[in-house]
């Protein structure tokens, strides 16, 4: 199965902030529906986007468990220790870190630094045969991965040796046999990319982080260790290729070989600045060898992206030296093992883009103009004509575009106050006007409106100049809790007025409505409405009262009826008998 790359993106976590692609100096940064991915056929594992990451989206590949899972087959395994190890663990002595190793289950320790002295070796060799030209060190893959994608006019001048790591790992099996398994330790990434295209050489690399993590699971502590006359590095402890993992420290070792006074070395960190270095440069003119130790990292491999961010890199190269002993007369080394390894120049594909097509790519970002090219690099890219090439090659989104965005939103911001009927006002802490639209200042006067048409927005006017109530703001601004009257009264005027907390105790918003016309109308309303009820209540009241009487006169008619047919007794007179019908016969 495909290893995944060493870096990648933990999409959840990115923050749409696009500052690994402001730091990557080749632009190897994809960005898709707001995440910001790691293009791997561009990268060249220099581990910038990780190290500056704000939000730590940016991961390394967690290489561990298939370390734990090597020390369970058969096979030896060896670990390759990077040199920079001292000034990772400082309290800790060799002897220590040997043993705390091999307590994980390690077979022997080895110290990269002898494969750096192979390379050395080599590297002396070749020098003193005078060829003239540049020749560009090895010993960095972040820099043999730049050379051979962004500076392939130069990828040959790379010196055809392997790198300190494989020259190590092909030392270890040399002197173990080729059935051994070997893990590098250190503070870069890129040896993992270097893992997975020699997998015949080292089978994992890990990060001090990573052993970091390894030791406390299996609770370590390498200062507390108390090792034997068995903890030594193996085969040999390493001399001067200690001083490989500080600046300069590679040419310090070649010239401890012989008499270079016929070359000349130049020392290179940061890959923008090897790009600076060697982009557009002619070497025909060159009549002598210039060697350039080129160093992804600066400060050396003491300030690659895995390494401590607690120490200063001087300190870091302090303690590296101090536990280096230089010889005082050039050494007699001679290489050990063969180390040759042929770089080919693989440039990175740059699309050609017609001249039309970027127009229309910068249209849709409102760059109508050149004078709209504002260059910021606040979406990552060092141009505006760079950043619409990205897009047409679907590596960037309009929405990266920092100024076209803010435009947008506030084009959509005053289209929206335009047509609010209310106004509407935006006050700081100072109570300076931010912005207004031109319903507010139409209505408080003349005055304001005419303001407003030479100051849209009213921008830093003082709001005590425009309205009365700032007492109502200050208020807000202390609570951060919204305030709402439904009429306040304003001189012969009512408004209806919110307030309420934009960022708390800086800036407040206010939405005011006047509403004196619509609560005219409801006087009004209810002025007519109580004169029908009053109305309808005299016309009850008369027809009440009509009603009355008749059912008064009514009653005393129907008294003096039944009164003429009482009797003298008071009583009712009986009725008549019914006559009886005759019976059929």
């Known amino acids: 199965m495909e290893r995944q790359y060493p870096i990648y993106t933990v999409d959840a976590e990115c923050q749409d902030c696009y500052k690994c692609l402001r730091q990557c100096p080749v632009k190897a940064i994809r960005v898709e529906e707001g995440h910001a991915r790691v293009a791997p056929e561009a990268c060249v594992a220099c581990g910038g986007c990780v190290a500056v990451c704000p939000a730590r989206a940016k991961h390394i590949r967690n290489d561990l468990n298939r370390a734990k899972h090597l020390l369970t087959l058969q096979a030896p395994v060896y670990a390759s220790l990077a040199p920079s190890w001292v000034s990772e663990f400082p309290d800790v002595n060799a002897a220590q870190m040997i043993a705390a190793l091999r307590h994980l289950g390690f077979a022997g320790v080895g110290e990269t630094a002898l494969g750096a002295q192979e390379v050395s070796s080599a590297v002396a060799a070749a020098l003193s045969q005078h060829t003239p030209g540049i020749h560009i060190s090895s010993a960095c893959p972040a820099v043999v991965s730049f050379v051979c994608k962004y500076l392939p006019e130069h990828a040959a001048a790379i010196t055809h040796l392997h790198s300190p790591l494989l020259a190590h790992c092909r030392l270890l099996r040399q002197v173990y046999g080729d059935n051994i398994r070997t893990v590098f330790v250190g503070p870069c990434i890129a040896k993992k990319a270097e893992a997975d295209t020699h997998p015949e050489l080292l089978d994992v690399a890990l990060t001090f982080e990573e052993l970091q993590q390894w030791f406390t699971q299996q609770e370590i502590v390498p200062a507390a260790m108390q090792p034997d006359e068995a903890d030594v590095f193996v085969p040999e402890a390493a001399e001067e290729g200690a001083l490989y993992p500080v600046e300069g420290g590679?040419?310090?070792?070649?010239?401890?070989?012989?008499?270079?006074?016929?070359?000349?070395?130049?020392?290179?960190?940061?890959?923008?600045?090897?790009?600076?270095?060697?982009?557009?440069?002619?070497?025909?003119?060159?009549?002598?060898?210039?060697?350039?130790?080129?160093?992804?990292?600066?400060?050396?491999?003491?300030?690659?992206?895995?390494?401590?961010?607690?120490?200063?890199?001087?300190?870091?190269?302090?303690?590296?030296?101090?536990?280096?002993?230089?010889?005082?007369?050039?050494?007699?080394?001679?290489?050990?093992?063969?180390?040759?390894?042929?770089?080919?120049?693989?440039?990175?594909?740059?699309?050609?883009?017609?001249?039309?097509?970027?127009?229309?790519?910068?249209?849709?970002?409102?760059?109508?103009?050149?004078?709209?090219?504002?260059?910021?690099?606040?979406?990552?890219?060092?141009?505006?004509?760079?950043?619409?090439?990205?897009?047409?090659?679907?590596?960037?989104?309009?929405?990266?575009?920092?100024?076209?965005?803010?435009?947008?939103?506030?084009?959509?911001?005053?289209?929206?106050?335009?047509?609010?009927?209310?106004?509407?006002?935006?006050?700081?802490?100072?109570?300076?006007?931010?912005?207004?639209?031109?319903?507010?200042?139409?209505?408080?006067?003349?005055?304001?409106?005419?303001?407003?048409?030479?100051?849209?927005?009213?921008?830093?006017?003082?709001?005590?100049?425009?309205?009365?109530?700032?007492?109502?703001?200050?208020?807000?601004?202390?609570?951060?809790?919204?305030?709402?009257?439904?009429?306040?009264?304003?001189?012969?005027?009512?408004?209806?007025?919110?307030?309420?907390?934009?960022?708390?105790?800086?800036?407040?918003?206010?939405?005011?409505?006047?509403?004196?016309?619509?609560?005219?109308?409801?006087?009004?309303?209810?002025?007519?409405?109580?004169?029908?009820?009053?109305?309808?209540?005299?016309?009850?009241?008369?027809?009440?009262?009509?009603?009355?009487?008749?059912?008064?006169?009514?009653?005393?008619?129907?008294?003096?009826?039944?009164?003429?047919?009482?009797?003298?007794?008071?009583?009712?007179?009986?009725?008549?008998?019914?006559?009886?019908?005759?019976?059929?016969?």
Request: net charge negative; proline share 5%.
């Open 250 to 585: 590679m040419i310090e070792t070649i010239n401890a070989l012989g008499d270079f006074s016929h070359a000349r070395f130049v020392s290179v960190a940061g890959i923008e600045a090897i790009g600076k270095t060697l982009k557009g440069l002619n070497t025909h003119h060159l009549d002598t060898p210039v060697f350039i130790e080129a160093l992804a990292c600066e400060g050396g491999c003491v300030g690659g992206p895995c390494a401590s961010v607690e120490n200063a890199l001087l300190g870091k190269r302090l303690q590296v030296e101090q536990r280096v002993a230089m010889p005082q007369h050039p050494l007699q080394r001679q290489p050990r093992v063969t180390i040759e390894e042929q770089y080919q120049a693989m440039p990175v594909a740059v699309a050609d883009h017609d001249p039309a097509q970027l127009r229309d790519a910068l249209m849709r970002v409102g760059k109508k103009k050149p004078e709209d090219e504002l260059n910021c690099s606040g979406c990552g890219y060092n141009s505006c004509r760079e950043f619409a090439a990205a897009m047409l090659e679907n590596k960037a989104e309009p929405t990266m575009c920092v100024s076209y965005m803010r435009k947008l939103a506030h084009n959509k911001a005053n289209a929206l106050l335009r047509c609010m009927p209310s106004g509407v006002v935006i006050v700081n802490a100072e109570m300076r006007i931010i912005e207004c639209n031109e319903r507010f200042a139409q209505m408080f006067g003349e005055e304001v409106a005419m303001i407003y048409e030479a100051c849209p927005g009213l921008n830093n006017c003082s709001l005590a100049k425009v309205l009365p109530f700032t007492d109502i703001f200050k208020n807000v601004l202390a609570s951060n809790e919204e305030i709402h009257y439904d009429h306040y009264r304003y001189g012969d005027r009512l408004l209806n007025i919110t307030v309420f907390s934009l960022e708390p105790h800086q800036v407040v918003g206010a939405v005011i409505l006047d509403v004196t016309r619509q609560e005219l109308q409801r006087d009004q309303i209810a002025q007519r409405a109580q004169e029908v009820i009053r109305r309808n209540l005299s016309t009850v009241q008369e027809i009440a009262c009509m009603l009355g009487e008749h059912v008064a006169d009514t009653e005393i008619l129907l008294r003096s009826i039944a009164e003429g047919y009482t009797a003298d007794d008071g009583r009712m007179p009986p009725r008549p008998p019914e006559k009886e019908k005759p019976h059929e016969t």
